[in-house]
């Protein structure tokens, strides 16, 4: 087996070494030192394991009390065990750390031969004892043949249990008498009382209590400073920490990471994030720490050790801990100290002056203070970074533990002391396993704590179940604490490891990113293969947080960030994302489209975003050496696609619709699709009537730990079968499907019951090893001869290894899966940390499988992220063949990332069961294969660059790759990467003259099977269904998987028709090998008279298995072990008998079969979800764990049954008459089927019998049973009182004619009448509801705004035009609107070039807004938006277009909640005047005041500059003054209150100044440090035609500014307004300028208005060509012309109008306009073309013409005086990223520089700009 610790004891042996006295073998001090090191570089686990052994062997302690020690049982959570050997085993802790992994240990001092097994029981031990007094001990029976007649007993080692033998007594010691020798040779219990220190130690009861009643003091907002110092984001507490403390558990998360590699990001990082979790897979297996937790422990001994050697009282003498977490008064109690336990604490900051050298320094510092410390004595070091401030700066808590943890052992003094961490870095349980792994003894996340007081007091948390009353603060930290401890348990078991104190210290990481200087000092041995950032990048990182926490000058609101790290977000400076919204959305546009140009932009657009995300991304492709060739001469897109498959998505994980479609597309172009683990319906397995194969027939099956559905059926309709060992998004770990995803269907295909949830396990069944590995995939080969056998593997350290063992053990193909693929639904921890790039882990195998000369005979695939066609060439040139896609294709088919896959509310109908949103899946086939031929077609050009005319010829050249060195000069934190040394070492110089790409089939490991003698006995039965055949025949245990092949045979034959019971029947006598009756099909009974090893009827799927003990045999079979571990695992159907006891984990995930045995191991019945099994006998621990549907009936004879019972899921019942009726029967066939001696005295004596069954039934298969009988039982009664209901109206007949119509014994009524849909949803859906659940609120409630007043009232004044609304009505609507809003993964509402420019956070705000938060929405708003006001009344919200509920609903209400928002935050009176708390002394010049120049402005007085803001008019705001009408932004209660806000905090707003004439642009740049011009676009388009100079002819911003100007000035008393009182006006143009001349002229008086429109009328929805996310080009009803049609009768708009002339009166004005009809078409260029219509010329009356035709240019005269360059446009040319023009210290912002546009674009420019600006600013002296 394997010793999964081995890393960590070796360093804990090193440090142990300073200890070590040995007094036994009497050696000097310099003799002991020349035996060290005790353990020798180089050794295997087993040689480190016995070097161990030997020394403390040597020491005076006998073999079976060290194997005790090395290997104890799991005693910590086992109340059965007797107190003595508890004490014993807890005073070992004190010594020694438990070598845990799944290994049987053999081991002899001389006197005893003995054997051992771990406490996870994951290796065979059989043993036979013979009656001549011989022990024969293997991994499993019939290694040697034994006359039965002359055994003894036959038994198995059991989970932490030895076999020994004594040769001095010549007898076989058992177990218990064996230990109670050791464990009553010391008083152990008593040192163990007297001696061991616990935290009331330290810590007095009075302080215990006081958290329980202490009240939160300090808000948030009071460690904001200390939040962002150590890195804390606003998902870090939303998405992380809070529903750790709320639920106490770690928050799930979906669809992967596709987020940068730490190393990558151009974020400041923490240390953390640098490094990657190892996990098992394949040489050993991860374990489940939830439904095993028995044999898990997070208990630990900390503090001074002594010598290993010794046993005294002194020993235990030590600080036991429950757990490595600290609350805050515990770790101030550790660090006052006490007499006996000194305590030290070492500073991890430094000054800020000390700059990057500061942080070597410091880590060299507390080495020398810890050293210092320990020698004077210091039983505990506290390492504390609580003196964080703006002098100091804090370092890595990681990095400070790790360099102190290593130095300590290298002095020999580590186990002098305990390491304690109190720290503000450490929140995740990525951190706190990494602390924990580098050697922290204990931890107090002290900021994680001190966040949760503050937020103890949010009504919004749950209340407390038992005592109704809120959670205290201490409460939710301990439940904090409970989530971490749950999450840090299931890491430790991703590698194996059941112990914390096995845990500490292992290192089992890969760091990704750090140079070999930092590893070297801090993470001594971690593996670092491509190098990255050194000391002084690390410190950049932490002094930019610094910097970042205490600036010199607060700007603006003190936020913490949303850098996007889980979620994308578009603020600036936020992480970028592979999967980013304008990606998706060109992807989305290209398939449906199948528009090349768009594929061209997305993939332009992903390998963009790769250079800063993945290692693909750092490198370049070489150019060939003779020129590149024709692309006609390439490899076809068709050939290409063929290697492609997709992923391993389940139908359950997502929806049929989704998983259909998948398949009929890879069935399409000639690649593969994958069933996932959940099986698939057998409809989709049968050919159609035509004799074709079925389209949406996956060709790869996959067999995963939950077996869902795995028959031979299943089996042997595959072209490919994949052993699932690890998934990317979580390796290491199973997996949970709810209950509320499982319907009838998926119910059906996966065996299970609707309605309960279904367990996958981690994969430690039946491939607990290689060889089990090995013999599964021989067992697959079996079940199909012709199917290729593949296996799934995850990227980490040595997965080429791994990929080697997998080739050697038979398989056919390996998928390397990179860290970041998609799940349905995982942690966050495993999703973020687990796992390695693909680059890393696919390199490494190539080259392995090279090196070997194994890559012959192995096709090598790679996934994770894979999008586009390079990832497919550099995958190629990195080794790959084939290449697996999931995330891309679902994109393909309309995901939008939402990241709610494991809440079942995927909106676009993929990641769903709901009936509801399936209807909206929207996608085809035809997406997915015009995807796959266009990436393959992007691929063609990468080969033809670099002359390569065939993928197999591409295949391994890694020496046609090259690091991009532009890239990673342009970036400095990229410089130390070095790709050279491991990911693009050519495989081929390794080892050349072997062959780089698989050429050859695996040998056939089916020759010689016993099956095929079988097959060619039954011809006559697969030929005629209905002869029956009975077969004899010996069998031996190198017979493996009999019976599988003869199934397939059957399956292959008949198909889903199977054939009648016993038609073939088949007796064995002897040992049979693995897999016995392996997915043995209905039809087929095999019975076996000897016994059987691991495996026995695994997967068995309607066929009988039958074993018994020879009937030569005497021993009593009821008391022997007749079979091995994981029999009937994954059975479907069937029955199994056995007369005698299986070993461990019997039944797991059975889901349909009968079994009846006569006693089981430990994890009987794990994961069950069908089907009955009666246990006769005793049973082992953990029995029923996970088990969640079937019933089980045990016999508990002892009455202890309940001690061995997982209570979890299940309940433990007495027997009612119908259960103890189907328990007699099994029992009866059992009897029948092995003449069971047991089960006939239980049948003699049935009625006593009877009372020692108990049954075991999981509680919601009880629930869903008791609620089918109730519905069934409802629909009765309602079909009775409708026949009575017939009777009593004289419309009922006679009972046969009753039964004519369909009544009577056939209802006619559904059951299902009258009952509410699955789904959910009213017919009619409500926009305000009291209490709205956002989980299903976008589906559930209706959209609505807060809408205008009505149209005939508003439109007789200048009042804004909104309703007015009582603001509890407001807050109930908007509760309920944002409850609509699904938090989007990617919400495309806030990206900036399709939704808002500004990247408004939308999600945040609405949440808060729907949470009632409302203070807490505003800051979130202000943070991007500086005048929500303005944007919340005249943007016309491309954020509600771009929203993602758009795609199959109306959108969220976004513009209404952020007015609302605003104006409430004005009501309330929290927007107050903030003036800067210093200024910088640099002054800026801002020319114009519109939306552009105020942003600008407030965001430069917030950083501390001194700003004046110069404008021409007499009122400042521009075109929120003047060019929008009061009716829409109120002048005096909006806009003008902006303005005096901003003034009272320092900005200088000087009016009526027109630069140029009154003031010179020379003078404002002499007297200013920088100037910013932000004029606006001001030249309007005019329409040239003739009459264009008559009268009454004006651009509508002159009629609006004139209209306003005399409203405000004297309420239109001093008529300087245009009157259009009883005129007949024409608005020519469209748009919101357009609109608003529109809705002036209907309150001035017009007699009529008519809007003219150039363009066509837009459509009702969107058209083809208009894809979402784009704006919706639809036709809309605004303000103006909802007026006009209420006024007049009749919309104002006439489109595709084309005005030829305008009209003189004969005085000059004009009177009329001339028009003709127009016409659009496509020309052949792709361009719309208009053409005139003649005969619709058309005569409009005109009294007054207003232009609203849009704007050109800024005006000549200010930019000539500065002889500024323009661009085609006219524009002011300025950079688009710092805003600077060709003048220095002169910046443009907002439309002079990019054109026309809205306002919520001017405020993102103005903003944009204010940042340039200040940089300039800082960098001037």
């Given amino acids: 087996g394997e010793i999964n610790t081995v890393r960590g004891n070796i360093n804990w042996m090193r440090a142990r070494q300073g200890l070590l006295q040995c007094t036994q073998l009497g050696l000097s001090q310099d003799e002991l030192a020349a035996i060290m090191p005790v353990i020798q570089p180089g050794l295997s686990d087993s040689g480190v394991f016995n070097a161990v052994l030997e020394l403390l062997m040597m020491s005076g302690r006998s073999a079976p009390e060290c194997m005790m020690m090395m290997i104890p049982e799991a005693w910590q959570n086992n109340p059965s065990m007797d107190s003595d050997r508890r004490a014993f085993y807890e005073y070992m802790s004190c010594l020694l750390e438990p070598w845990d992994g799944p290994a049987l240990v053999s081991f002899t001092d001389g006197r005893y031969l003995g054997a051992t097994l771990d406490r ?71 040192w163990i009382a007297k001696q061991k220190v616990t935290l009331a130690h330290f810590v007095s009861q009075d302080q215990l209590a006081k958290p329980e009643t202490a009240p939160a003091t300090l808000t948030l907002d009071d460690h904001m400073d200390t939040l962002k110092c150590f890195g804390w984001t606003i998902e870090s507490i939303d998405l992380l920490l809070v529903p750790m403390f709320r639920d106490a558990s770690e928050a799930l998360g979906s669809m992967g990471n596709d987020a940068p590699l730490a190393c990558l990001s151009s974020r400041p990082r923490l240390v953390f994030e640098f490094f990657k979790q190892l996990f098992a897979q394949v040489t050993n297996p991860p374990l489940d720490s939830t439904r095993e937790y028995v044999v898990m422990s997070l208990e630990c001994m900390i503090g001074p050790e002594g010598d290993l050697t010794a046993t005294t009282a002194e020993q235990a003498a030590r600080l036991c801990l429950r757990s490595p977490f600290l609350h805050i008064h515990e770790m101030q109690g550790l660090a006052n100290g006490t007499a006996d336990w000194s305590s030290v604490t070492l500073d991890m900051t430094y000054p800020v002056q000390a700059g990057v050298e500061g942080l070597r320094q410091t880590l060299v510092r507390l080495q020398q203070e810890a050293e210092v410390a320990v020698q004077k004595g210091a039983k505990l070091l506290i390492l504390s970074d609580a003196s964080v401030s703006a002098g100091q700066v804090p370092i890595s808590s990681l990095m400070a533990v790790g360099c102190v943890h290593h130095h300590l052992i290298q002095t020999q003094q580590r186990l002098s002391t305990a390491i304690v961490v109190d720290c503000g870095d450490a929140r995740e349980v990525h951190h706190l396993c990494l602390l924990v792994g580098y050697g922290a003894d204990a931890i107090c996340p002290r900021v994680a704590l001190e966040v949760i007081q503050s937020l103890s007091t949010n009504p919004r948390l749950p209340q407390h179940p038992t005592a109704q009353r809120p959670y205290t603060s201490f409460e939710l930290c301990q439940r904090y604490f409970k989530a971490a401890e749950k999450g840090m348990l299931k890491v430790m078991a991703k590698m194996g490891i059941s112990t914390l104190q096995s845990y500490k210290g292992a290192q089992i990481f890969e760091a990704v990113g750090l140079q070999q200087e930092v590893i070297d000092m801090c993470f001594v041995g971690t593996a670092s293969r491509i190098a990255g950032l050194d000391f002084k990048h690390v410190a950049d990182n932490y002094l930019a947080l610094h910097a970042n926490a205490f600036p010199e000058v607060h700007v603006g609101l003190n936020l913490l960030l949303n850098p996007g790290d889980y979620h994308f977000r578009s603020n600036d400076g936020s992480e970028r994302h592979l999967n980013d919204p304008n990606a998706i959305a060109k992807l989305q546009e290209s398939v449906r489209l199948k528009d090349v140009k768009a594929y061209d932009d997305y993939a332009r657009i992903i390998n963009d975003i790769n250079q800063h995300t993945t290692i693909r991304g750092l490198l370049e492709f070489k150019s060939a050496p003779n020129g590149p060739i024709p692309l006609s001469e390439v490899e076809s897109a068709a050939d290409i696609v063929k290697r492609f498959s997709t992923g391993a998505m389940s139908y359950g994980s997502i929806s049929l619709e989704a998983h259909t479609t998948l398949a009929m597309a890879m069935n399409q172009i000639g690649g593969k699709s994958n069933t996932g683990e959940g099986g698939e ?140 693929g998609g799940t349905g639904a995982s942690r966050w921890t495993g999703i973020k940390y687990a796992g390695l790039p693909w680059e890393l882990g696919l390199a490494e195998t190539h080259q392995t499988l090279v090196l070997n000369d194994l890559r012959r005979r192995i096709v090598v695939q790679t996934d994770g992220q894979l999008k586009t066609g390079r990832d497919i060439v550099v995958g190629t040139l990195l080794g790959a063949e084939e290449f697996c896609f999931a995330t891309a294709p679902l994109i393909a088919l309309g995901c939008i990332m939402m990241r709610k896959c494991h809440l079942n509310t995927c909106p676009v109908g993929i990641a769903t069961q709901d009936p509801e949103l399936r209807r909206k899946f929207a996608g085809a086939p035809e997406h997915v294969v015009t995807f796959f031929f266009m990436m393959a077609e992007e691929a063609r050009q990468y080969m033809a660059a670099m002359g390569f005319r065939t993928m197999d010829e591409m295949v391994g050249r890694a020496d046609m790759l090259q690091v991009n060195q532009t890239l990673l000069a342009a970036t400095p934190q990229y410089a130390g990467f070095d790709l050279t040394t491991t990911l693009l070492k050519p495989a081929h110089e390794l080892r050349p003259d072997v062959p780089q790409r698989c050429v050859e089939k695996q040998a056939d490991d089916l020759v010689g099977q016993l099956d095929h003698k079988l097959i060619a006995q039954v011809q006559a039965t697969l030929e005629d269904r209905t002869v029956k055949v009975e077969l004899a025949s010996p069998v031996t245990n190198v017979d493996r998987a009999v019976g599988t092949m003869l199934s397939h045979t059957v399956t292959m034959a008949y198909g889903a028709s199977p054939l009648a019971d016993d038609t073939i029947r088949v007796r064995f006598t002897g040992t049979a090998g693995q897999s016995f009756g392996a997915w043995l099909c209905a039809g087929i009974t095999l019975e076996l008279e000897g016994d059987a090893n691991d495996y026995v009827a695994k997967g068995l799927c309607g066929g009988r298995v039958v074993v018994y003990p020879p009937k030569s045999g005497s021993f009593a079979a009821e008391d022997n072990i007749l079979l091995g571990n994981v029999a009937l695992y994954g059975a479907t159907s069937g029955e199994a008998f056995f007369c005698g006891q299986a070993a461990e984990r019997f039944c797991v995930r059975n889901s349909g079969a009968l079994a009846v045995v006569e006693g089981v191991g430990d994890h009987g019945c794990e994961y069950m979800t069908g089907g009955c099994v009666v246990i006769l006998g005793s049973t082992g621990r953990n029995f029923a764990a996970g088990m969640s549907g079937g019933v089980a009936y045990v016999y508990n004879g002892d009455g202890g049954f309940a001690d061995r019972c997982n209570p979890e899921l299940v309940e433990i019942e007495a027997l009612d008459d119908n259960d103890a009726q189907a328990l007699k029967t099994a029992v009866e066939k059992h009897v029948l089927h092995t003449g069971s001696a047991l089960g006939q005295r239980y049948l003699d004596d049935w009625t006593n019998s009877l009372t020692a069954f108990i049954k075991v039934m999981p509680r919601d298969y009880k629930r869903v049973l008791m609620a089918e009988l109730a519905r069934k039982e409802s629909a009765r009664l309602r079909r009775a009182a409708r026949i009575e209901a017939h009777k009593a109206a004289g419309k009922a007949k006679t009972n046969t004619d009753l039964e004519d119509m369909g009544v009577g014994t056939v209802p006619f009524v559904s059951e299902s009448e009258g009952e509410s849909d699955d789904s959910g949803v009213e017919t009619q859906r409500q926009s305000m509801i009291a209490n709205p659940s956002k989980k299903r609120g976008f589906i559930e409630y209706e959209r609505a705004t807060v809408g205008y007043r009505d149209a005939g009232e508003r439109s007789k004044d200048w009042k804004e035009i909104g309703a007015v609304v009582a603001p509890q009505v407001k807050e109930s609507l908007l509760k309920t609107q944002t409850a609509r809003c699904m938090d989007c993964g990617v919400p495309f509402c806030h990206e900036k070039s399709t939704g808002c420019p500004l990247g408004n956070k939308i999600p945040e705000w609405n949440e808060l807004v729907h949470r009632g938060d409302w203070k807490a929405a505003l800051e979130s708003l202000l943070s991007t938006n500086n005048f929500p006001e303005f944007t919340g009344r005249v943007c016309p919200a491309p954020c509600e277009g771009a929203c993602v509920l758009g795609i199959i609903e109306k959108p969220v209400t976004i513009k209404s909640v952020e007015c609302a928002i605003i104006d409430r935050a004005f009501q309330e009176g929290w927007m107050q005047p903030r003036p800067p708390t ?287 360059e323009r661009d085609g446009r006219q524009n002011f040319k300025a950079d688009n990223k710092s805003y600077a023009t060709s003048e220095p210290g002169v910046f443009a912002a907002g439309d002079c520089r990019r054109g026309q546009s809205l306002v919520v674009w001017a405020i993102a420019e103005g903003r944009g700009a204010a940042a340039s600006v200040d940089l300039y600013l800082k960098g001037l002296k």
């Fill in 120 to 190: 996870n029981g994951l290796r065979p031990g059989r043993y036979y004892e013979t009656k001549d007094g011989r022990v024969i001990m293997a991994s499993e029976f019939g290694v040697v043949d034994v006359d039965p007649s002359n055994i003894k007993r036959k038994g198995r080692l059991c989970p932490g249990r030895m076999l020994m033998v004594d040769f001095e007594e010549h007898r076989v010691i058992e177990d218990d008498e064996l230990k109670l020798r050791f464990v009553s040779q010391h008083p152990f219990a008593d």
């Fill in 681 to 820: 319906a057998t409809e989709r397995l049968k050919d159609l009537p035509n004799g074709s194969r079925n389209p949406a027939r996956s060709a790869i099956k996959q067999v995963a730990s939950g077996r869902f559905g795995v028959t031979s059926l299943y089996l042997s309709n595959a072209d490919e079968v994949q052993i699932k060992m690890a998934q990317g998004a979580k390796p290491g770990e199973g997996g949970e499907l709810p209950g509320r995803k499982v319907d009838a269907a998926i119910a059906k295909v996966r065996h299970s019951t609707p309605g309960v949830g279904l367990i996958s396990p981690p994969p430690h069944h039946d491939i607990y090893s290689i060889e089990d590995l090995k013999q599964l995939i021989f067992d697959l080969k079996n079940a199909n001869p012709v199917a290729r056998i593949s296996v799934k593997l995850v990227s980490e350290v040595g997965v080429g290894v791994v990929a080697a063992g997998v080739c050697k053990g038979g398989a056919d193909h390996v998928l390397v899966s990179g860290h970041d």
């Fill in 1478 to 1764: 210093s200024r910088s002394g640099k002054t800026v010049a801002i020319i114009g005041s519109g939306p552009a120049g105020m942003a600008a402005a407030d965001q430069l007085n917030k950083a501390g500059h001194t700003v004046t803001v110069f404008e021409r008019a007499d009122r400042i705001g521009g075109l929120m003054m003047y060019g929008v009408p009061n009716m829409k932004a109120d002048k005096v209660d909006v806009v003008q209150r902006r303005v005096d806000l901003m003034a009272a905090e320092g900005v200088v707003f000087k009016t009526g100044v027109e630069v140029g004439q009154d003031v010179s642009i020379a003078q404002l740049r002499l007297e200013h440090n920088a100037v910013l011009l932000a004029t606006g676009s001001t030249v309007p388009r005019d329409l040239d035609i003739p009459g264009r100079k008559l009268r009454n002819i004006h651009f509508a911003m002159e009629y609006l500014t004139r209209n306003t100007q005399s409203l405000l000035d004297s309420a239109h008393a001093d008529g300087k307004a245009i009157d259009v009182k009883d005129k007949a006006v024409v608005v020519i143009g469209g748009g919101d300028t357009g609109n608003d001349c529109i809705g002036t002229s209907v309150r001035l008086g017009a007699k009529s208005v008519v809007n003219f429109e150039l363009l066509p009328q837009p459509p009702a929805e969107r058209a083809p060509t208009n894809p979402w996310p784009q704006w919706p080009k639809i036709f809309r009803v605004d303000y103006g012309h909802e007026e006009v049609a209420n006024k007049f009768g009749k919309d104002p708009r006439e489109f595709c109008v084309l005005s030829t002339e305008f009209v003189d009166n004969g005085s000059g004005q004009v009177q009329a306009i001339k028009t003709v009809q127009v016409e659009w078409q496509k020309g052949d260029d792709g361009r719309f073309k208009m053409t005139q219509l003649a005969g619709t010329e058309q005569t409009f009356q005109a009294d007054y013409v207003f232009l609203a035709m849009g704007f050109l240019h800024p005006e000549q005269g200010l930019g000539d005086a500065l002889t500024l």
